[in-house]
């Protein structure tokens, strides 16, 4: 079995990234996170990273102000740690289409609902919740996605989903998805290791 490269972008907090390194000593113990990118220099997630030594890389406004020129050079970067995925855990800046066609059925994301449902331009952390509350819904949950050219509307690969309670605030209802996400993750990631998720063109 062939070592599974992966690159983890964050925006945020880091927690599915950490999720993910916490399982890299049993369900990805074929797995290697051979780098860390972020959009945003303060991200948490780089700090993680580097906790574990792994590689981290700011890739924003603030190095590569021209987006075209960053996402060349990710893209230089990226090839030279031979990636086989891509994994998006709570990235929030757009990957243009030259990237998606370079990894073309390679990159995944994680999003904090039920898919097609509070997905697309606009919907991302707590407004996912906010609004999953304010429609009344009883159930919510966390999906993972191919990612395509679109805003969260690539393939879904799995879907978890979780009660939605009466007095159910968006924080909370946030923390319990994202519980449901970390386990969702892992369990990806673990079958396109493992060759029960086929990934590529
Ligand atoms: C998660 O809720 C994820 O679904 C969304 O952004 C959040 C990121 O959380 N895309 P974290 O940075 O992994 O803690």
Redesign the pocket.
């Known amino acids: 079995m062939e070592r599974l490269n992966i690159a983890v972008f964050?925006?945020?907090?880091?927690?599915?990234?950490?999720a993910i390194i916490d399982a890299l000593s049993t369900d990805l113990n074929q797995t290697t996170i051979k780098c860390v990118i972020s959009n945003r220099k303060e991200a948490f997630?780089l700090k993680r990273a580097e906790k574990y030594g792994i590689d981290a890389h700011y890739f924003g406004i603030g190095n590569f102000p021209d987006v075209s020129e960053r996402i060349s050079q990710l893209l230089l970067l990226l090839n030279n740690y031979k990636i086989d995925l891509i994994v998006?855990?709570?990235?929030?800046a757009i990957l243009d289409e030259r990237f998606i066609a370079a990894y073309k059925g390679r990159i995944i994301?994680?999003?904090?609902s039920l898919l097609p449902k509070f997905g697309g331009h606009g919907y991302?952390?707590l407004k996912v919740h906010a609004a999953v509350l304010a429609a009344g819904e009883k159930q919510s949950g966390?999906t993972t996605h191919f990612v395509d050219s679109g805003i969260d509307t690539g393939r879904i690969i799995y879907q978890s989903s979780v009660m939605v309670k009466a007095d159910d605030t968006p924080e909370i209802l946030?923390q319990r998805?994202?519980r449901e996400?970390h386990q969702l993750m892992v369990k990806t990631i673990a079958d396109i290791q493992n060759g029960v998720l086929s990934i590529g063109l």
């Open positions: 964050v925006s945020g907090g880091g927690s599915n990234l950490q997630g998006l855990a709570g990235y929030l994301n994680i999003h904090p991302y952390g966390a946030a998805v994202l996400e």
